[in-house]
């Protein structure tokens, strides 16, 4: 079983990036479930900066509209993300940090490349991260930055070569 720590941080990475709520309450204007949901919280909780609050209770409202599956995959992330290296969260961190400061064409313009990807069969998927882990770092700061410079057009016409350079 889940501990309530667990709980609690998985609510907190689920409400990162939702809307702000109105001015979060104090521990006794909480709902009766709001207060089980942040039992370990209790005698923090009105120390707490006010976005951290707002946070927790978006996390909270965000699984509790989840179906069992939704929430099973939620604990499987944050168990995935507990497993990382400090290192590595903060490299997560700061590469989010640097989509979110994307103008939003180009946001949708990864979202997109990242769904055709994710559409790809596991073992294209694969040979494509084969190909581009053995590539020299060098290499990989030049491809993407003649990426980048390429028209629209230009990068259809790309990634069509390299969808049929695949086996």
């Given at each position: 079983?889940?501990?309530?720590?667990?709980?609690?941080?998985?609510?907190?990475?689920?409400?990162?990036?939702?809307?702000?709520?109105?001015?979060?309450?104090?521990?006794?204007?909480?709902?009766?479930?709001?207060?089980?949901?942040?039992?370990?919280?209790?005698?923090?909780?009105?120390?707490?900066?006010?976005?951290?609050?707002?946070?927790?209770?978006?996390?909270?409202?965000?699984?509790?509209?989840?179906?069992?599956?939704?929430?099973?995959?939620?604990?499987?992330?944050?168990?995935?993300?507990?497993?990382?290296?400090?290192?590595?969260?903060?490299?997560i961190r700061q590469k989010l940090k640097r989509f979110r400061a994307l103008p939003a064409e180009k946001k949708k313009a990864l979202r997109k490349s990242f769904r055709q990807f994710q559409a790809l069969p596991a073992d294209k998927r694969k040979k494509l991260r084969e190909r581009w882990n053995k590539l020299p770092p060098e290499r990989k700061k030049r491809l993407q930055e003649r990426v980048q410079r390429m028209s629209p057009e230009q990068r259809k016409a790309f990634k069509r070569r390299i969808k049929r350079s695949l086996p």
């Amino acid at each position: 079983m889940i501990n309530r720590r667990t709980i609690l941080s998985l609510l907190f990475c689920l409400s990162c990036g939702a809307a702000p709520l109105a001015a979060a309450p104090s521990w006794d204007a909480l709902s009766g479930e709001q207060q089980k949901a942040l039992g370990s919280l209790q005698s923090e909780w009105d120390a707490l900066p006010e976005k951290r609050r707002e946070n927790l209770l978006r996390g909270i409202e965000r699984w509790q509209k989840m179906t069992p599956e939704q929430r099973k995959r939620a604990k499987k992330r944050l168990k995935r993300w507990q497993n990382l290296s400090p290192e590595k969260r903060k490299k997560i961190r700061q590469k989010l940090k640097r989509f979110r400061a994307l103008p939003a064409e180009k946001k949708k313009a990864l979202r997109k490349s990242f769904r055709q990807f994710q559409a790809l069969p596991a073992d294209k998927r694969k040979k494509l991260r084969e190909r581009w882990n053995k590539l020299p770092p060098e290499r990989k700061k030049r491809l993407q930055e003649r990426v980048q410079r390429m028209s629209p057009e230009q990068r259809k016409a790309f990634k069509r070569r390299i969808k049929r350079s695949l086996p």
